[in-house]
């Protein structure tokens, strides 16, 4: 009898593996993409070695002064002098600390909605919630238990940045699920009342808003009754943003199957209770992705406080770019200001793609 | 016991869920009315107890500035009204152009990302993640006074041929100006476009029913050459160039595209395009691979099986958040206030606003310019998103 | 039934929240005794009028002006607060109230006088706008700038007069607004613009502010007239006449030769019946200001006479270096000029 022995395979073309085969299958597949790889190439050649120079290799670390930016790059001096009033704004350097602080109560109060054994963290997210913002604004702007107060005219950088980001999310939430709830009312009232609104704000710019809430918004109220600037601000920014909540949120809305209604509505929950118990907690974890994306958007869009004389982040970096002392270090300061924004923001944005895979319950139909 | 036949009488009470439907709605509509009633009453207090003019009657007035671009002619003594229509259609402009070159750039690196040549993909990939995670107001300001202001000036700018020159004033280009060719050489192009259409429809008929195929593209592109050409050798040319001439402080004469409108256009397209990128990506991945295999199994190759089996389907899925896009392109067109461009936010809002004082009629203005712009858009795709979605069988 | 509810009850709120809305104008006066300080707007960074030093306090002629309220108001010149306010946002703010005295370098004109419901309660400083050029350009006047791109701070009388300018002379010109003079400044360094227009008195503060002033000339024409000086709410007769005549103090101070330094002195043992009346040695001029007896004093004690608050912010010793010029008082050759205390 005869066995057959198979011959053992041949190994794969030379042209196939390894590094070479990788980049005929990837690199240069055609004549097409042989060019094309040419082209990104040339273009990678054209560009990168320039910004290296600049950036890193050219560039000047250390000094104090202007003066000591001799190399022809880039002069981190200035970021390193001024990074004070790029974090704080004019908030006084020795109160600082509390500013610090606030963000290190945020960062060890939030931990723990992270760890995944964590005993009733609905409860404590909600305790969180609502002792948090009391703690942090009695931190930020003083005046209680002895603190000195610093007026809000002097919270500007990044701090502020982030105040107004955080806050208009936390505002806007709420008033953002409302709205998605009554525009899914059956009562018409209301729902042309909460569709008026949401596509109101969705159809007009942030910077109209914010001009109105700083120019108009002093007129519609009674006389002598006068709000804070920063409190202006954030009023007209959660009511554009609960705008895009709403419509983020009645998207979830819309994907929970009516199935779910109906169990609701036959266990004999009322209106309330059924979204508060059933829909709500289904809808809103499918939408926290959603709401983060609103909320990179939201942190991009506190730039334009600028316009209102504010100074956030940017406005800070245009302002110490303006000083004398550091004329043309205007380049500088926007790289600088664009890192942070993108740091903040590529890191929302992949924790939101996280979120999207971790949370897909397979409801999408 | 015998079956009621009416329903039986209800008295009114708080149980009811239709009394208590309707309680609700009227609380509701009695606060939003007395909310409303409540701001226009203390406008209404505050503007007569400080004397503040109120109404319309600015538009009339002559606006006494001079404004650094516009499209209609314009003196310092046309009225507030033209002023804002400058601003308007300089927001048009601006819209405009970034929506067409946004959505080519967009495309292409969408259609980039999924390309098999790895460096290709990789590129489009870092482009995305760079452009859409920093603010547009910041990428403006940087265009503006990091780019364009550091150009050298008029009199050293960078001259492409005597016929373009980029400086820090722009980019100044020859005029168009008419001659004598130019109305038959539109009308020959209007003809030239209706014997298009007509070969088109002519050569569809013909495919449908013998099956033999026609060069469509390459005949109209002849027709598209070929008459107007004819047009100019009768006619002679439809319009003579006049180049850009260093006089003075600047160039005299030809057209310019200032550094605010070219920093803002660039600027939006190339914010915008990385979000068109990721939508395009998203909706050629949304169709299945099995449409490409059955393509080419029909023997397709590459470039028409994107073009007549991948595009139409992923059109349907990319239509709706492109709109969007549209709408947060024109939105942010509003932020050339950083840099003085002269669009409605900056000129009416701002500079019409602080001359005349009254910032209510203003604002409202404005916003609503900004809602029918909104509003208009998204009619225009809800009419173009159906007609795709009715060529679903 | 229920329409005729509806409609009730919409009324009865309607009228209900519309009767709280026509709330008591309470006079500034009262408003800023309660809050205990005074609500300023300045400028957002104006060398010399309003500005914040190394230590974010602001100062400036403007500033001290609005310190000069607050010392006759209470006797303390450090009860002040300042809002710092661009261009577009400065009338609204007073409007509304949320400063009680627009101290901003703002020009005097008919029209905020009265459509915008304010009114200005003096003049701080005689300017008139001028130009700003480089040097390498060779112009000499503001007639050679036929075709130049013109840099102009949006919002302000100055894109006015500019155009009225160019107009009269047959010129053309090209404007580029910007929000801030820190952005014109720029663009006028970078050269998107041949020339920087604006109030004489900001274009040497905007000077010194280039990284090389020396490259730069201020065009002898002056093309306008541009009073500048403090505004108040309309409709306030009390509020207006005490920073009116804060400003009045300071320089019928300056005339007297009432200083910081010899007020107190004068105010004692002084023998001239006109220092008496000021300083409230003599007569009750004070109280009828509803004001406190030696609210002059406290004036001029605490933040100067009109000509020590100029040289101190504006003159020879400041890196401006202003000429008194039109700004000298009455008997110097200049326009400041005060109404009598009797």
């Keep these: 009898m005869t066995t057959h022995i198979f011959k053992p395979d041949m190994p794969a073309p030379k042209t196939s593996v390894g590094a070479l085969g990788w980049m005929r299958a990837h690199l240069f597949s055609s004549w097409l993409n042989t060019l094309l790889t040419l082209f990104a190439v040339y273009l990678i050649f054209l560009v990168v070695p320039p910004l290296l120079h600049w950036a890193i290799l050219d560039a000047n670390w250390v000094g104090t002064t202007r003066a000591d930016c001799t190399k022809e790059g880039a002069c981190w001096v200035f970021i390193q002098q001024r990074f004070g009033q790029f974090m704080y704004g004019y908030y006084p350097p020795v109160l600082r600390w509390r500013v610090d602080l606030t963000v290190w109560l945020a960062v060890i109060g939030v931990a723990p909605l992270f760890i995944k054994r964590f005993p009733r963290k609905a409860i404590y997210g909600l305790c969180f919630l609502v002792i948090y913002p009391i703690l942090a604004y009695t931190l930020l702007h003083g005046g209680m238990l002895g603190l000195d107060v610093v007026p809000t005219s002097q919270w500007g950088g990044l701090m502020l940045t982030l105040v107004i980001a955080t806050v208009g999310i936390a505002g806007a939430l709420p008033l953002g699920i409302l709205l998605a709830l009554g525009r899914r009312s059956k009562m018409p009232a209301i729902r042309v009342v909460c569709v008026t609104f949401i596509e109101f704000w969705r159809g007009v710019p942030l910077i109209t808003v914010l001009f109105m809430s700083s120019v108009m918004l002093p007129l519609f109220l009674p006389e002598g009754m006068s709000f804070d600037k920063l409190l202006r601000a954030l009023i007209g920014v959660i009511m554009f943003q609960s705008a895009y909540v709403a419509e983020v949120v009645r998207g979830g809305l819309q994907a929970i199957p009516k199935g779910q209604y109906e169990a609701a509505a036959a266990m004999g929950l009322g209106y309330w209770r059924s979204m508060g118990l059933v829909i709500l907690p289904q809808a809103l974890k499918l939408v926290i992705p959603g709401i983060v994306n609103t909320f990179i958007a939201l942190f991009k869009d506190t730039s334009l406080v600028i316009i209102i004389g504010l100074f956030d982040l940017l406005n800070s970096v245009k302002q110490a770019a303006a000083d004398p002392a550091w004329l043309g270090m205007a380049t500088e300061g926007y790289v600088f200001a664009a890192l942070v924004f993108w740091i903040f923001c590529f890191g929302m944005s992949r924790y939101s793609m996280h979120l999207e895979r971790k949370l897909d319950t397979g409801h999408k139909r | ?393 | 039934m229920k329409m005729l509810k509806t409609t009730l009850a919409v009324v009865t709120a309607a009228a209900v929240l519309g009767v709280s809305g026509f709330a008591q104008a309470g006079a500034t006066l009262d408003a800023v005794t309660k809050k205990g300080f005074v609500q300023c707007g300045v400028s957002d960074g104006l060398p010399g009028f309003s500005v914040p030093d190394s230590t974010g306090k602001i100062v400036g002629i403007d500033a001290d002006v609005c310190r000069a309220v607050a010392a006759a108001v209470f006797g303390d010149a450090t009860k002040v607060k300042f809002s710092q306010l661009n261009a577009k946002e400065r009338f609204t703010a007073l409007q509304s109230g949320e400063v009680d005295v627009l101290s901003r370098n703002t020009t005097w004109t008919s029209s905020r006088d009265s459509g915008m419901g304010l009114v200005f309660a003096g003049v701080t400083y005689y300017d008139g706008i001028g130009f700003l050029v480089n040097n390498k350009l060779g112009v000499k006047s503001a007639k050679e700038l036929d075709g130049a791109t013109i840099c102009i701070q949006a919002g302000t009388t100055t894109e006015l007069n500019v155009s009225d300018y160019f107009r009269g002379n047959g010129l053309k010109y090209t404007p580029i607004t910007f929000d801030t003079s820190d952005e014109s400044a720029k663009s006028l360094e970078s050269g998107r613009c041949d020339v920087l227009t604006s109030d004489k008195s900001q274009l040497y503060a905007q000077r010194s502010k280039l990284a090389s002033p020396n490259d730069y000339v201020v065009l002898p024409e002056t093309i306008s007239k541009e009073p500048l000086g403090p505004v108040v709410r309309k409709g306030d007769e009390e509020w207006f006449t005490i920073v009116k005549w804060t400003l009045f103090a300071m320089l019928n101070a300056e005339e007297m030769g009432v200083t910081s330094k010899n007020v107190e002195e004068q105010a004692k043992s002084t023998k001239n019946p006109d220092v008496a009346r000021l300083l409230g040695t003599d007569g009750e001029y004070g109280k009828d200001l509803k004001l406190r007896k030696d609210w002059a004093v406290q004036i001029v004690k605490q933040v100067g006479n009109y000509g020590e608050i100029f040289e101190k912010n504006l003159g020879k010793s400041t890196p401006l270096a202003i000429d008194r010029g039109q700004n000298a008082l009455w008997n110097n050759g200049g326009l400041q000029y005060a109404p009598p205390v009797r």
């Design chain 2, 1 to 393: 016991m015998q079956n009621q036949i009416g329903a039986p009488k209800q008295r009114l009470s708080l149980g009811d869920p239709r009394v208590r439907a309707w309680l609700f709605q009227i609380i509701t509509i009695v606060a939003v009315v007395s909310l409303g009633w409540y701001l226009f009453n203390n406008t209404q207090t505050n503007l007569q107890h400080r004397g503040i003019t109120s109404g319309f009657g600015f538009l009339e007035r002559s606006a006494g500035f001079g404004i650094a671009q516009h499209l209609i002619s314009y003196t310092e003594s046309d009225s507030y009204a033209r002023v804002f229509v400058i601003g308007l259609l300089n927001t048009l402009l601006v819209t405009f152009i970034g929506v067409i070159l946004a959505t080519i750039l967009g495309f292409i690196v969408g259609v980039a990302r999924l390309s098999s040549n790895w460096i290709i993909s990789k590129l489009a990939t870092v482009y995305v993640e760079v452009f859409r995670n920093i603010p547009p107001l910041l990428q403006i300001l940087f265009w503006y006074f990091a780019v364009f202001l550091t150009m050298p000036g008029p009199r050293n700018s960078h001259n492409f041929g005597d016929t373009f020159f980029v400086s820090n004033r722009g980019l100044n280009m020859p005029a168009a100006l008419v001659a004598d060719g130019f109305w038959p050489f539109l009308a020959s192009i209007v003809v030239a476009i209706v014997a298009i259409v007509l070969l088109n429809r002519w050569a569809t008929k013909r495919f449908e029913e013998t099956g033999v195929p026609f060069h469509k593209f390459w005949a109209s592109l002849a027709l598209f050459i070929l008459i107007p050409a004819l047009c100019c050798l009768m006619f002679g040319v439809p319009v003579h160039w006049e180049a850009p001439k260093l006089q003075g402080f600047n160039f005299i004469g030809g057209w310019v595209l200032i550094p605010e409108l070219l920093a803002l256009t660039l600027a939006l397209t190339v914010y915008t395009a990385a979000f068109i990128a990721e939508i395009v990506r998203s909706g050629i991945k949304s169709v299945s691979h099995g449409q490409t295999e059955a393509a080419h199994s029909l023997g397709l190759r590459n470039g028409p099986t994107l073009r007549k089996v991948i595009i139409p389907q992923a059109l349907r899925v990319i239509i709706p958040p492109l709109t969007s896009q549209y709408l947060n392109l024109a939105k942010n067109s509003s932020l050339a206030a950083g840099i003085g461009y002269p669009e409605m936010v900056s000129l009416f809002a701002g500079t019409v606003l602080n001359q005349t004082g009254q910032a209510i009629e203003v604002i409202a203005i404005t916003m609503s310019v900004y809602l029918a712009i909104s509003i208009s858009i998204s009619l225009l795709m809800n009419w173009y998103n159906k007609r795709i979605a009715l060529i679903e069988r």
